[in-house]
């Protein structure tokens, strides 16, 4: 089993689907968490259930908004005073602005996803290379998507695959332009993962079974499996695998 116990954690988004599965997997490899929520307190509690008091912080954070950003890193870093793996996994996913939409839907989604997906991710990637460097190194691990690499299935995903495509390449430069310092940035771009999200886009494009009968394996991703990936990656043991991307599809993609 692997042993995260000297590891202090920061996951975005951790109150559900893929975020929580993260922390869960993360929890049981005994690292301590900052799991960051927006809303769903509640979610991150449930995630966090199996995680002692004193491994655990849950953090609220509006990621549309940069000074609650940089207010998560800050309180997050505070709690031990050091952070060791920053995971990325926050986002929006809105089934509209797409070409077709009206102009004021358009600005809308483009406005809040480039704020969360993009500006938010990429901040705390910052603060957390500048936290890293001196500290003799640092995880980055960064949730992107297959939509980035083959364009997503519905026109509607349009600004998501863009907005995941930029945090993307954010990942790769600083792959390139840290791992002297030890900085490890690694991406993983998942297919269709078995979370809320991923049935909500389903059903704008011919439901479930449509979507489960396109894929190789027949069968989604589960959330597990990203979870358990990202605590291999948060223990360092493969560093030459910096600046990869990760594909998780079951083979519905390959690059």
């Known amino acids: 089993m692997l042993d995260l116990s000297d590891k202090t954690i920061l996951v975005t988004g951790a109150s559900k689907g893929i975020?929580?599965?993260?922390?869960?997997?993360?929890?049981?490899?005994?690292?301590?968490?900052?799991?960051?929520?927006?809303?769903?307190?509640?979610?991150?509690?449930?995630?966090?259930?199996?995680?002692?008091?004193?491994?655990?912080?849950?953090?609220?954070?509006?990621?549309?908004?940069?000074?609650?950003?940089?207010?998560?890193?800050?309180?997050?870093?505070?709690?031990?005073?050091?952070?060791?793996?920053?995971?990325?996994?926050?986002?929006?996913?809105?089934?509209?602005?797409?070409?077709d939409d009206a102009d004021e839907s358009w600005d809308a989604v483009w406005e809040e996803s480039l704020a969360v997906n993009v500006k938010a991710p990429t901040r705390l990637m910052r603060h957390a290379v500048?936290?890293?460097?001196?500290?003799?190194?640092?995880?980055?691990?960064?949730?992107?998507?297959?939509?980035?690499?083959?364009?997503?299935?519905?026109?509607?995903?349009?600004?998501?695959?863009?907005?995941?495509?930029?945090?993307?390449s954010a990942a790769k430069t600083i792959a390139r332009h840290y791992a002297k310092h030890n900085v490890l940035s690694y991406a993983i771009a998942p297919g269709v993962v078995r979370t809320q999200l991923s049935v909500d886009a389903a059903n704008a494009v011919g439901g479930e079974q449509a979507v489960t009968a396109s894929l190789a394996m027949g069968e989604w991703v589960p959330p597990s499996e990203i979870g358990a990936l990202v605590t291999f990656l948060a223990t360092g043991a493969c560093r030459h695998l910096t600046g990869a991307t990760l594909d998780v599809n079951g083979a519905s993609y390959m690059r």
């Open 19 to 99: 975020g929580a599965a993260i922390v869960e997997a993360l929890g049981a490899a005994g690292a301590n968490i900052v799991a960051h929520y927006g809303r769903d307190q509640a979610g991150a509690d449930a995630a966090c259930r199996s995680i002692s008091a004193g491994r655990k912080l849950l953090l609220a954070a509006d990621l549309a908004q940069s000074s609650e950003v940089d207010r998560l890193w800050r309180e997050a870093l505070a709690w031990r005073n050091r952070i060791d793996v920053l995971v990325n996994n926050a986002a929006v996913m809105r089934l509209s602005g797409s070409i």
């Open 130 to 168: 500048k936290h890293f460097v001196p500290q003799g190194g640092g995880i980055l691990i960064t949730l992107s998507s297959w939509a980035a690499q083959r364009g997503p299935g519905n026109p509607a995903l349009l600004t998501y695959a863009a907005s995941k495509a930029a945090v993307l």
